[in-house]
């Protein structure tokens, strides 16, 4: 019998295999490609200075970091988050709903090995995504800006990286807590599109706390070590409203507490979502 | 582990529920049930619905896991050590669904990595599997677009794949139409000779006529009976039981009651038509065997000999409808 770790390739190399060839993953990847086309033809046609920078009064070191900014650090969240909703939304409560789970689970493997293994393939499948989005803004890049490519660009291509192990892992823990796919997907959906920028927003503007448990304020280190005026102020105070009547109080997260946001994400969903499946029963 | 297959090899296949439970709330599914099957044979696990059959079946697969007692398989905690107690295991609980993109050699392959079946011998044991349940030619198209009967065939031969000594099957014929039905059928029938325990539920009683050796009824959780076939009929009918035998040409009725009915345990005999009899005999499958002996002895041209189907269905009544 093979051991557990090599269980965990096979069950990865073949939830990978029915990835690839699945409908959404190409939906995923269509999606991946129209948003660097819009971005592409917007750039190439408009030329915005806020994505190029201004030639005459910019050095190109300080353009070329406005553009990594304003390209990948407002969209690669969006796309990672993507590949979490699509790869892991229904990874394990698809297991439940469809009965696939019938057809592995009762073969000796332990149920970690297979929720490792598909843990594994939905992130191999993510990263696919990943990568062409983040060639695509490589390409547009040197296209512009020649070899010019800031360091901070493979630092938040690091982050973002890492990012989407936190994603995929929430992701993964939410599809183990629900035996509706359906309902995993749209909780995952609404929670990391609408609910933490929410909470996140509210906790630190109304309330004047750092929103250090909620992991999408932990990724904005992605786009914050692009900024090219520099890495943001931890807290900043905005005045709004008549004669600044108001502050609105926002936090930047540092980039090692950034790291461990995402890197506790990861740890505790992981786990958890582990001990749900482990727990799980096919009823 | 080279040792413990050894000894998988070398003692009888075996299922054991000890005094093993499952409560959803304040429903019991399965209460304390205590069943021991042993060695090559085929046993076919008869409820109605919801009596605690599937329930059962999962807790020996590590689908649910048991509120007490033990599932065990070949004396190994399913559920503690399920590497080792589901190595020899294979099975097919409900329908199960493959990933829709996989062909059906990528499931079996994936399967047989799993179980670890050797490299050099895995493309020839599914194409045996795959042959064994007749899908030969859909091998390399996408399971997605496989109807439930197919499906199910591809699970059957999953279940195949790495030769186990023990096969857990959950109404292997659901959902399949008359002619994978018989084919099913005859599947199973093809495993017992393969020195297996077969653990088979199935509403269908015909079915577990022809095919298991014996029978366990489970109702409201609890184990009913388990025993032979015929000793379970034999419990109902008052010790006796029934064959029916299909002649060649017609029979003479007084040949019927003054030969045949004055043989040595034959309680009475009936005739359906004047080439087929019913004999009721007291005794078990040894007076069974020597019944047909003698009727073959006295020439009376006997083409078919089965114990009556309708035996299993009067003691399943019994004893299912004495526990409401």
Redesign the interface.
């Known amino acids: ?2 051991s ?1 770790i090599k ?1 965990i390739g ?2 990865m ?3 990978f ?6 409908r959404r993953f190409f939906i995923l990847l269509l999606l991946t490609f129209i948003i660097s086309a819009i971005l592409t033809v917007l750039v190439g046609y408009y030329r915005p200075p806020s994505f190029l920078g201004d030639p005459t009064t910019d050095t190109l070191s300080f353009r070329a970091l406005t553009f990594y900014s304003s390209w990948w650090g407002n969209s690669v969240t969006f796309v990672i988050i993507l590949g979490g909703i699509f790869f892991g939304g229904d990874a394990i409560s698809g297991e439940f709903q ?14 970690s090995s297979i929720y490792i293994g598909k843990w594994l393939s939905a992130f191999i499948a993510a990263t696919v995504i990943f990568a062409i989005f983040a060639t695509i803004t490589l390409g547009n890049g040197l296209y512009y800006f020649g070899a010019n490519v800031p360091i901070q660009f493979g630092q938040s291509l690091l982050y973002a990286w890492f990012y989407l192990a936190a994603v995929m892992g929430f992701t993964f823990f939410f599809s183990s807590l629900f035996k509706s796919s359906s309902m995993s997907i749209l909780l995952t959906a609404i929670l990391f599109l609408f609910v933490f920028s929410l909470i996140e927003l509210l906790v630190s503007s109304l309330i004047n706390v750092e929103p250090w448990f909620i992991l999408t304020y932990g990724a904005g280190i992605i786009g914050n070590i692009l900024n090219p005026l520099g890495f943001p102020a931890h807290v900043s105070h905005n005045p709004i409203g008549p004669r600044a009547r108001f502050t609105i109080t926002s936090y930047a997260a540092y980039v090692p507490e950034g790291l461990a946001i995402i890197g506790l994400y990861f740890i505790i969903t992981a786990v958890l979502g582990l001990i749900f499946f482990e ?1 799980k ?3 | ?1 080279l040792e413990w297959r050894v000894l998988v090899t070398l003692t009888n296949p075996s299922i054991e529920a000890v005094n093993l439970s499952k409560r ?1 709330g304040s429903f019991v599914a399965v209460s304390g049930l205590n069943l021991k099957l042993e060695g090559s044979k085929c046993v076919g696990f008869l409820g109605p619905n919801g009596a605690g059959k599937t329930t059962t079946l ?1 807790m020996f ?5 048991p509120s007490s007692g033990q599932a065990l398989i070949n004396g190994v905690n399913v559920h503690t050590e ?6 020899s ?1 294979g ?1 097919l ?10 062909t059906p050699k ?2 079996l ?3 047989a ?4 079946v050797p490299r050099t011998e895995r493309i020839k044991r599914i194409e045996e599997a795959v042959s064994e349940v007749r899908m030969e030619e859909w091998i390399d198209k ?1 399971v997605g677009k496989f109807s439930k009967g197919m499906k199910q065939r591809i ?1 059957i031969a ?1 279940a195949l794949l790495s030769d186990p000594t023990i096969l ?1 099957l959950d109404e292997p014929s659901n959902g399949l139409d008359p002619r994978g039905m018989s084919e099913v059928r005859a599947i199973v029938k093809s495993l017992k000779r393969k020195e297996r325990l077969i653990f088979m539920s199935s509403h269908i009683l015909s079915e577990v006529s022809e095919v298991c050796d014996e029978v366990a009824m489970i109702d409201h959780g609890k184990l009913i009976v388990y025993d032979t076939i015929s000793k379970v009929s034999a419990k109902v009918s008052g010790g006796e039981n029934i064959v029916e035998v299909g002649l060649l040409s017609s029979i003479d009725a007084a040949f019927v009651t003054k030969k045949i009915g004055t043989l040595a345990d034959v309680v009475a005999t009936e005739m359906k038509d004047d080439r087929n009899l019913r004999i009721r005999f007291n005794g078990g499958l040894d007076v069974q065997e020597r019944l047909l002996s003698d009727l073959v002895r006295m020439n009376v041209g006997v083409i078919s000999y089965r114990p009556a189907s309708s035996e299993l269905e009067d003691a399943y009544l019994k004893l299912i409808k004495d526990t409401v």
């Open positions: 019998m093979p557990s269980q096979i069950t190399k073949y939830t295999l029915d990835y690839f060839r699945s469809n009965k696939t789970g019938y057809f592995g689970v009762p073969n000796p493997i332990r149920r727990r029963e096919f009823t | 582990m959803y999962k697969t590590d689908l649910i896991r399920k590497k080792k107690a589901l190595e295991v099975s609980i409900e329908t199960p669904e493959i990933y829709p993109s996989l990528e499931a392959m994936m399967i990595e799993i179980r670890g996408r699970c999953s857990v």
